[in-house]
């Protein structure tokens, strides 16, 4: 994986993680949590066991990004982003630009010779909007599996304390 570093990768796991332990969490009475709950450690155990899943195999396995900059000028689509040659390579190596469609269409036929898992092209925001609706669908399905941790892990321990 190539990115600036893996916090980019791992950004939105952790505000997804996070609202979603803390719609959980916000359902289960005070009474009932474990004494010294922390919902800040849980978050940070979470992501961590995440982040592990990745390792445990071949470091990131066969994760693979590929990340292409939009020009928003005319001046960005002639000589490329000037922003993007300070921050990642000290005005070393090459510039290399693509129409949008073309990549598109390597992806299409590169689909039809190849038996990847997954690709695709996403457009990428940075930041995160509550609000979205896939963003509060995804926190609600986590959730809830969240809740079903719950409920099994105290069964568990009510039959062992009989």
Same mark, same amino acid.
């Given at each position: ?50 982040? $592990?899943?990745?390792? &445990?195999?071949? @470091? /990131? ?8 900059? %939009?020009?928003?000028? !005319? ?10 040659? $300070?921050?990642?390579? &000290?005005?070393? @190596? /090459? ?8 990549? %598109?269409?390597?992806? !299409? ?17 940075? @930041? ?35």
């Amino acid at each position: 994986m190539s990115l600036n570093d893996t916090s980019e990768f791992f950004y939105g796991w952790h505000q997804l993680i996070k609202t979603a332990l803390e719609m959980a969490m916000g359902l289960i009475p005070d009474e009932k949590k474990p004494a010294g709950y922390d919902i800040g450690t849980l978050i940070e155990n979470a992501t961590s066991q995440f982040k $592990e899943s990745f390792h &445990s195999t071949d @470091g /990131y396995g066969h994760l693979y990004v590929t990340s292409f900059a %939009r020009a928003k000028t !005319e001046d960005h689509n002639e000589r490329g982003i000037r922003t993007l040659w $300070e921050l990642y390579n &000290s005005h070393k @190596g /090459y510039c290399l630009q693509f129409e949008e469609e073309d990549v %598109r269409r390597m992806l !299409e036929l590169d689909s039809q010779t190849s038996n990847y898992e997954w690709r695709g092209m996403a457009e990428v925001k940075y @930041g995160i909007d509550r609000g979205e609706q896939d963003f509060r669908k995804l926190c609600f399905q986590l959730s809830q599996q969240f809740l079903l941790q719950v409920i099994r892990a105290s069964r568990m321990l009510k039959k062992s304390l009989h």
